[in-house]
């Protein structure tokens, strides 16, 4: 993230936050070491309950991560590769705009976007693809909010969770807390259809995606 703050440098930090690039193995090292005890922390914090962790940034970790805890579990959330674009965008532009100490407007958001989400998404499908079944979901965004609770059942019971009922109460109470949320509506004129066209459509034809409004074959 010290690429939102210093825009100056932004692909040497971003190479070097996300996928490691360009740094020494120490450097890893003192990563996973620093992961670890953190980790240790939020453990004793949480009296030992499993700890769930959400951070985009390691869904290009996940063989590493593995490495680390053999026993962990991932989930992974897909969302329509043409939504996807219009939000990280809209994502980008905020954070550099509220985070940014240095000028960034010789950056095209719309090219970082367009040319991470495939190195992500590629070490993603990589690291998870003989993965045993019980360490590793995958499902759409637009399944888990049409059907949450049906979703989250499925996640326990894949995953070996333990008893869901444990916990339906729980979710039950949040999900009625965010019902009248209103995500932001996107727009995805000829040129963003275009481009997502070009550089994603690997990734629209894995999971079954289309251009939305027309009919998609993901759940």
Known sequence: YHGLYFPSRF?????RGVYFRGCAP????NWKQTFQYFMRKLSILQSGRPILVKNPV????VSLLQSMYPEAKFIHIHRNPYRVFESMKNFYSNLFHELAFQKY???SIPDIVLEHYPRIMDRLISDTEHMRSHQFIE????ELNQRPLSVLREIYKRLELGA???????FTEYLDSVKRYQKNPYS???ETIEKVNRHWGNYVDHWG???PGKQEGAT
């Open 188 to 190: 995805h004129d000829s």
């Open 11 to 15: 692909d040497e930090h971003f190479n």
């Open 164 to 170: 869901f009922e444990e916990d339906e109460d729980i």
């Open 58 to 61: 390691y869904t290009a970790r």
């Open 209 to 211: 995606y289309a251009v």
């Open 26 to 29: 120490l450097e890893v090292e």
């Open 105 to 107: 407007d010789h950056l």
């Open 139 to 142: 499902l759409g965004y637009d």
